[in-house]
């Protein structure tokens, strides 16, 4: 990982409260989806951790939504602003060159990654479908995704797509599909928790990014544990660290 | 500019630089932060072990704050055993002092933790956590009673061999003075202070509190002054912590007695923390023509008290 400064390239809003941001720069090593970077955001004392939406072509890309201060403060950044950043940092989505259905499921800025992970496997020989939920119409990233891979969209509202939550869609779509040999996740834990029963009981593998507040980002605090199997019992594990993608039968849901 | 000007003696411990990683953010020494200068920091404290594993506290942990953040990791760790087979041949050295940060239930556990600690090469000094906010929340910590201190204190000396002793003390206390001088006069070799302060957050949506240990910048001035009561009243030097995010603070608490600084959370704002707190006090030498960093702990220009208070410092020199 590196700590140094990214100068903002673009910082504008794609829906209600949710914002593009790019810098301009890229990772050494360079990031791989999954992997998150922790923001300084003026005099806040705790960084913010933002999932890399995009890196490529020297932009490093997060997708953010304002709901407290520091994504306030974030939303009005300029271009040629500097900011501070940790990245990359945690773990990617697992790649494995014989998934070749596969199946991306995101709600609201959980889709981050998913997105970066969408641009990384598109082109290459594979069926991706990407499943975006949101709360509203209003509340959609991207009605085309960059990367151009096919998306099937689910509201709440039923304002867009189909109506109901995320899980619908993605029973759904098992159903129909002949073959998934992979699901990837983003979003709520109680959206994942959902991934994770329909995965297990469909027998099909999936994996899932996790959030949480962070104080250190890199694995020394122990501040974003949350509770993964091991053995016959559990252990908190570092979300920054061990994560923050785990696969879904490891995570034991409260 | 050279290391050497910055080396330090605390008790028996020689660090090449002043700054310590403080217990609790750093892991066990073991997470390589590509970013850290290593050559820049003198010794890093582990988390706190204790003789059985502990799981820790239940979500949230972390709490932001105006100028700092409310921690409650509780302990989390895998229990004195583990460590010693797992995590400490995982330490990172290359010429950092390791220090192990410990804690008992009662004085007994501290004993059996330093039968298993004390024949470790690996390890430069013990520090005994008195101090943590985040167990036993019902009843006092040990460090804000004397005679529990004293105790705590004895123990550890009689178990610890030749090995440095630190003893970690809490600031949230009626004075501070007090349980620093049953430390030392139980045998303590060092003092870290300050550990964080205990404090809480009220979630008003929904109508609940964080409890926690207060740390950052919001507790500086709580640290310097801890730090400056505990120096003219003890003769054992002092590691001087709490809110440091800046090489000028560090400044500020060598000047109010401390003989080395500690680094906690103002390092994850500040990466380069650790760079920033070695040039600074690297400048601050050459602009006072000080031949090394032992020279300016406690070196305050200090004014005849007028209040009455007559506190003298107990033979500094």
Known sequence: MEAKNLSVYQNFIVANSLYWMEFEGSF???????????????????????????????????????????????????????????????????????????????????????????????????????????????????????????????TEDGSYGRSGLLDGILKDFIRKSEKLDVIYGGGPAGLLKKIAAISNAMDIPAFVSLENRMACGTGICYGCVTKIWVGNGWEYKRICREGPVFDTREIRWD | MGLKNLGVKLGGLSLRSPVIMVSGIFSYGEVNLDYLDYRKL?????????????????????????????????????????????????????????????????????????????????????????????????????????????????????SCGKMPLIIKLSPSVTDITEIASAAEDAGADVLSLINTVRAISVDVENRRIMEGGLSGSAIKPVGLHAVYEVYRRTKIPLIGMGGITTGRDAVEYMLAGASAVGVGSGFFSNPLLVDDIYHELTGFLQKNGMGKLSEATGLLNEKEKTNGDSRARKGKV
Not at chain 2, 129 to 140: I, T
Request: proline share 7%.
């Open chain 1, 28 to 154: 050494t090593p360079p990031a791989l989806p999954g992997q998150f970077m922790h923001v300084k955001i003026d005099n806040l004392f705790l960084r913010r951790p933002f999932s890399i939406a995009k890196c490529k072509n020297n932009r490093i890309g997060i997708l953010y939504k304002v709901i407290g201060e520091g994504t306030e403060i974030l939303s009005r950044k300029k271009k040629g602003d500097s900011l501070s950043v940790i990245g990359p940092l945690g773990n990617g989505y697992p790649l494995n060159a014989d998934w070749k259905n596969i199946c991306l499921a995101g709600g609201g800025t959980g889709i981050a990654p998913l997105l970066f992970l969408s641009d990384r496997l598109s082109g290459k020989d594979a069926n991706i479908t990407f499943l975006c939920g949101a709360k509203s119409r209003k509340d959609i990233a991207f009605r085309v995704l960059p990367c151009g891979i096919e998306s099937l969209f689910s």
């Open chain 2, 42 to 158: 003198g010794a890093i404290v582990t988390k706190t072990v204790s003789l059985n594993p502990r799981e820790g506290n239940p979500q949230p942990r972390i709490w932001e704050t105006p100028a700092g953040m409310l921690n409650s990791i509780g302990l989390q760790n895998p229990g004195i055993r583990t460590f010693v087979r797992k995590n400490l041949p995982s330490i990172r050295r290359d010429g950092v002092k390791i220090i192990v940060s410990i804690m008992g239930q009662e004085a007994g556990e501290i004993s059996r933790i330093m039968e298993l600690l004390r024949r470790e090469e690996k390890i430069d000094a013990v520090e005994l956590n008195l101090s943590c906010p985040n167990v036993n929340r019902n009843e006092p910590m040990v460090s804000q009673s004397p005679r529990m201190t004293a105790l705590f204190v004895e123990t550890a000396r009689k």
